[in-house]
């Protein structure tokens, strides 16, 4: 049997040049994913051991921090992206709080934003 090693050659080389392509491909999709994970963790970092300074609405209407949103699909994608990161729930205890409450009080018709405990319920129904 004769060995063709033109065709040897070129199938190696076609074999070569499919591995590099597939790496360079992988390296790429690493890259854009470690950069998407950057983007996301530095917004989660944002509101990472925040301090319940509005715990009880002493200090104005908004929820248990300032900083945080009042929009229940924001923070419920915050929250799950905190849990997916796997930190110790305290360490966003002030994020899940104000998404407990917004849940509370979106199911009460009272709007979290505007809300004033003193003034009692019917007076921030929305």
């Known amino acids: 049997m004769r060995l063709n090693l ?38 989660l970092d944002e509101y990472v051991n925040l301090p319940l300074v509005n715990r009880n609405a002493e200090h104005g209407p908004g929820g248990v921090h300032p900083a945080l949103p009042t929009d229940l699909g924001t923070l419920q994608a915050l929250v799950e992206e905190a849990r997916a990161s796997g930190r110790s729930p305290e360490s966003y205890a002030a994020l899940l709080f104000q998404y407990r409450l917004v849940a509370a009080t979106e199911a009460a018709g009272i709007d979290l934003s505007s809300w004033n405990p003193r003034a009692g319920v019917s007076a921030n129904r929305t």
Do not use: H, K, M, P
């Open 6 to 43: 033109g065709a040897v050659v070129r199938r190696r080389r076609w074999a070569r040049d499919v591995l590099a392509a597939t790496a360079a491909c992988a390296l790429a999709i690493s890259a854009l994913l470690s950069v998407q994970t950057s983007a996301s963790a530095s917004e």
